[in-house]
Nanobody, 121 residues
Framework: QVQLVESGGGLVQAGGSLRLSCAASGRTFSSYTMGWFRQSPGKEREFVASVSWNGRITSYADSVKGRFTASRDNAKSSLYLQMSSLKPEDTAVYYC??????????????WGQGTQVTVSS
């Protein structure tokens, strides 16, 4: 089991930047692939970015590629999402998630409570 707590959300103007953090506890952090997801009211949760267990492989949704950077610090058991050139459509609750790196499925098993990001135009 792993517990995840997001922080860093807030209100920013379009074109601004924001960094989200996710603190993990409960199990060995490096055993998990980590991901960022977001959800707006009335919409399905969507994938934003992922980071492999050692930080060497990252992937991004097309909508954020080139603007967002995901990273991790295993020594601090933390995951980060640096967001730049923010757009109003980036407004959502952002969640961090974890899945065991050697799991047979690609599903994320653990989720944080989320942090609100609001981008004004």
């Amino acid at each position: 089991q792993v517990q995840l707590v997001e922080s860093g959300g807030g209100l920013v103007q379009a074109g601004g930047s924001l960094r989200l953090s996710c603190a993990a506890s409960g199990r060995t952090f490096s055993s998990y692939t980590m991901g960022w997801f977001r959800q707006s009211p009335g919409k399905e949760r969507e994938f934003v970015a992922s980071v492999s267990w050692n930080g060497r492989i990252t992937s991004y949704a097309d909508s954020v590629k080139g603007r967002f950077t995901a990273s991790r610090d295993n020594a601090k058991s933390s995951l980060y999402l640096q967001m730049s050139s923010l757009k109003p459509e980036d407004t959502a609750v952002y969640y961090c998630a974890a899945r065991f790196r050697l799991a047979s499925s690609g599903e994320y098993d653990y989720w944080g409570q989320g942090t609100q990001v609001t981008v004004s135009s």
